[in-house]
């Protein structure tokens, strides 16, 4: 803030600064009109611009300064809020100090020979900590946003206010909900034990009761929804959750079911008698799957002429028999009857007719077809001889001979005797079969020949292995000091 302050009596000191400082002195009812328009409170600073490295910004403070009376000439202190230059000052720092810039020059020595003080000059600048401990710093200073952030900021709350138009439901009830309807928000906090947020129904009449739905965790991973209605869960309380409809062209309300909060439930029933109080209207009552009992002392569910039901005080039943004492038992079962060591119930001549054979018991059984012979898979059914001479015949394949090795050599232990080099005897699959099928080998010695005296130097072998890469077996076989190619006999078994 600039200003010139021509009130002072004795002569005032026209000169060329004085006229720099006019073009500024008397901008007062402009800013007073600016600052009523952003609707400033004197009590309270504001940022209007924010200040840069390489342009000052703006504030808005109160300070106090000097005003002359025009009449007496004598000086008075005003508290106005002021639009003073914010300097950079280097940073952004969070407190802004006050400086008079004209502290110390802004004095003019007057006609009547005394320096009064003409030129002002505020401004503020960042500081962490004030040049001046006698400089007023301010903190907190409040925002003022631009026309077009505000503009913006309108927009965004008209867009705001169309969307909660078109979400909010009305109280009477004139436009439906199409979204899900979301009771209050998940307390992870609560511990179980602890009822969540609750939906209220408010009473009528004078009635007060309260009614409402809410969760309740009584346990990890366990939920209830509770439903809570009045406030007499005693005997004999009327106080109930209903089930009902209308009538076309007839009562607006029917009746259908209770649960009351006494503990009594009535079907039909508006005011139940028994815990369970069922009105069938001539209808019969159905139970579907429901669980078998163990068979011993039931007594039979009977049913007065009021319609209770209670159970008979006597046994319906004859006592199991034993092999003392008649009574009754159960048949057994063909799983029974093929092997269990159940004593209790009776076998017919039928199911032991049918009682299969099994390693550890006697019995009947199929025999196996051809196919079922092949397959291997059932093991309830019985081969003969012949069966099985055909089977083998069919399935498997043994293969035998003999052969002389090739390449002949002799050598340390250690390395002739993996050498598929050397001494090697290749054997191929059958005719149809594979090296895939192979199931089993068996390679043996025929013939070795050994070179010198037979002693604790010599070492022979006899090996064999798949390649899959040629399809076929190879065997290699010899001695450490031979004199000439060995030869061995072989088995193989192939399956299909």
Same mark, same amino acid.
């Given at each position: 803030m600039k200003r010139v302050n021509f009130g002072h009596k004795g002569g005032f000191p026209l000169e060329q600064e004085t006229l720099i400082h006019l073009q500024r002195a008397y901008a007062d009812d402009m800013l007073e009109a600016l600052l009523g328009q952003w609707g400033i409170d004197p009590n309270q600073n504001y940022l209007v611009k924010e200040a840069s490295n390489s342009e000052d910004g703006w504030i808005v403070t109160t300070i106090p300064r000097e005003e002359i009376n025009a009449q007496t000439g004598n000086a008075f202190t005003v508290t106005k809020p002021e639009l003073l230059r914010l300097k950079f000052n280097g940073a952004k720092r969070p407190n802004v100090e006050i400086l008079d810039l004209r502290k110390n020059t802004g004095s003019l020595e007057y006609a009547d020979g005394q320096p009064k003080r003409v030129y002002e000059e505020w401004v503020g600048q960042y500081v962490t900590t004030p040049s001046d401990p006698t400089n007023t710093v301010i903190t907190g200073l409040v925002t003022l946003k631009t026309i077009i952030a505000l503009s913006t900021d309108i927009a965004n709350i008209n867009a705001e206010i169309n969307d909660v138009k078109q979400d909010y439901l009305p109280r009477n009830g004139s436009r439906p909900m199409t979204g899900n309807l979301v009771l209050g928000e998940n307390q992870p906090t609560l511990v179980p034990g602890q009822e969540g947020n609750r939906l209220y129904f408010r009473g009528t009449f004078s009635n007060t009761?309260?009614?409402?739905?809410?969760? &309740?965790?009584?346990?990890?991973?366990?939920?209830?929804? $509770?439903?809570?209605?009045? *406030? %007499?869960?005693?005997?004999? =309380? $009327? *106080? @109930? &959750?209903?089930?009902?409809?209308?009538? =076309?062209?007839?009562?607006?309300?029917?009746?259908?079911?209770?649960?009351?909060?006494?503990?009594?439930?009535?079907?039909?029933? /508006?005011?139940? @008698? $028994?815990?369970?109080?069922?009105?069938? @209207?001539?209808?019969?009552?159905?139970?579907?799957?429901?669980?078998?009992?163990?068979?011993?002392?039931?007594?039979?569910?009977?049913?007065?002429?009021?319609?209770?039901?209670?159970?008979?005080?006597?046994?319906?039943?004859?006592?199991? @028999? /034993?092999?003392?004492? $008649?009574?009754?038992?159960?048949?057994?079962?063909?799983?029974?009857? %093929?092997?269990? /060591?159940?004593?209790?119930?009776?076998?017919?001549?039928?199911?032991?007719? %049918?009682?299969t054979a099994t390693t550890a018991r006697r019995g009947i059984a199929e025999l196996a077809d051809f196919n079922e012979a092949i397959a291997g898979t059932d093991n309830t059914k019985i081969m003969t001889a012949r069966r099985v001479r055909d089977f083998m015949n069919s399935n498997y394949r043994f293969a035998s001979g003999s052969a002389t090795v090739r390449f002949s050599s002799g050598g340390p232990a250690n390395t002739i005797a993996i050498d598929y080099t050397k001494n090697l005897v290749e054997v191929r699959p059958p005719t149809g079969y594979t090296i895939f099928n192979l199931v089993a080998f068996l390679p043996s010695i025929q013939t070795i020949d050994f070179a010198g005296d037979v002693d604790g130097n010599d070492s022979f072998f006899c090996r064999w292995r798949r390649n899959y890469t040629k399809g076929l077996v190879e065997v290699i076989c010899n001695n450490t000091e031979n004199r000439a190619p060995a030869r061995? %006999?072989?088995?193989?078994?192939?399956?299909?």
């Open positions: 009761d309260e009614v409402y739905m809410s969760k &309740f965790t009584p346990a990890s991973d366990v939920t209830e929804l $509770r439903l809570k209605v009045g *406030d %007499n869960a005693q005997f004999s =309380s $009327r *106080d @109930a &959750f209903t089930i009902g409809g209308s009538v =076309s062209g007839g009562a607006s309300w029917l009746e259908r079911f209770r649960v009351q909060t006494d503990g009594r439930v009535g079907i039909g029933v /508006t005011s139940p @008698a $028994r815990n369970l109080d069922v009105d069938a @209207a001539n209808s019969f009552l159905r139970f579907r799957n429901l669980p078998q009992v163990t068979v011993n002392q039931e007594r039979a569910l009977v049913i007065n002429t009021s319609g209770d039901v209670g159970m008979s005080r006597d046994s319906i039943l004859t006592p199991n @028999a /034993t092999e003392t004492v $008649r009574g009754k038992a159960e048949i057994a079962t063909q799983t029974e009857t %093929n092997g269990s /060591t159940d004593n209790t119930r009776f076998i017919t001549p039928r199911k032991l007719h %049918n009682r061995i %006999n072989y088995l193989g078994i192939w399956k299909k």
